[in-house]
């Protein structure tokens, strides 16, 4: 988040409702991967559009995803 308030962005969540609070499974590599995908995302976003972490729950209701969006050539990563 330091790289998000250095370059002026804010970094928006969205959680859906249907999204447990709390999840089973590598608390440490889910950590790692997401502070690469925002990483990435805040490094390729220009200051008019702030990227996006959305999480929600898979329809089957056996999993979860988290996708980061930004504005720069990318764009969406899963």
Known sequence: LELAASRGLELRLEVAPDVPRLV???????????????????????????????????????GWTITVRDNGSGGDSR
């Not at 502070?35 to 702030?50: M, S």
């Open 24 to 62: 089973q499974g590598d608390a440490l590599r889910t950590r790692q991967i997401l502070a690469n995908l925002v990483g990435n995302a805040l490094k390729f976003t220009e200051r008019d559009q702030p990227p996006r972490v959305h999480v929600f729950a898979e329809a089957d209701g056996e």
